[in-house]
């Protein structure tokens, strides 16, 4: 993740709706037999451009669940969104997944897959054009989009950090 620009955002007051991207059940083999457990992949988001996702591991599949919702509000971030939509082309990678997330035009709607639908959706992104390369491991997948929306900045930011007026980055 980029560093530069994580907008950390606490989770006191705000009305966060919970998805989940995706359920494991997974063994560990011992002398007995085999033992399952499971994991869960969860994101949060106020629709309104705070978003976050966390991991839960449980004996129990509502167990599992909550310990990833718990684990996402710890991990809550800001990210720009311009009249519903990304304010420019952004790439993000985590591990074998890649993700290109390109601005969309009002009524285009979320055109994305499985995993990348639930963080851009929990973001309250409304149009968007988005692409998953590499992995479709939807860990990597949530963890690339996460990625991509960190290193995203909007117009007032870049004015900001230049230490400009903001119609000074528009026309060089």
């Known amino acids: 993740m980029a560093t530069a620009n994580v907008k950390r955002v ?7 709706k919970e998805r989940v991207v995706g359920i494991q059940r997974v063994a560990k083999v011992t002398k007995g037999g085999r033992t399952f457990s ?3 992949i969860v994101v949060v988001g ?6 976050g ?25 800001k990210v720009p969104i311009i009249n519903g939509t990304v304010p420019h082309e952004q790439y993000g990678k985590y591990g074998g997944g890649y993700v290109f997330l390109k601005p969309a035009s009002h009524g285009t709607g979320v055109i994305a897959g499985g995993a990348m639908r639930a963080v ?20 990597n997948v949530v963890k690339a989009t996460i990625d991509a929306l960190v290193s995203m900045r ?5 004015a900001e950090h230049r230490g400009v007026k903001l119609g000074k980055v528009f026309n060089g």
């Open 38 to 40: 499971f994991s869960a």
């Open 10 to 16: 606490k989770q006191s007051d705000l009305e966060l």
């Open 154 to 158: 909007d117009a007032w930011t870049v």
């Open 53 to 77: 996702y966390g991991l839960g591991k449980a004996g129990e599949v509502i167990d599992a669940i909550s310990k990833g919702i718990e684990d996402a509000k710890k991990n809550l971030i």
């Open 120 to 139: 851009l959706e929990s973001a309250g992104v409304h149009d968007v054009l988005a692409k998953s390369k590499g992995s479709s491991n939807p860990h």
């Open 46 to 51: 106020d629709g309104n451009g705070i978003v």
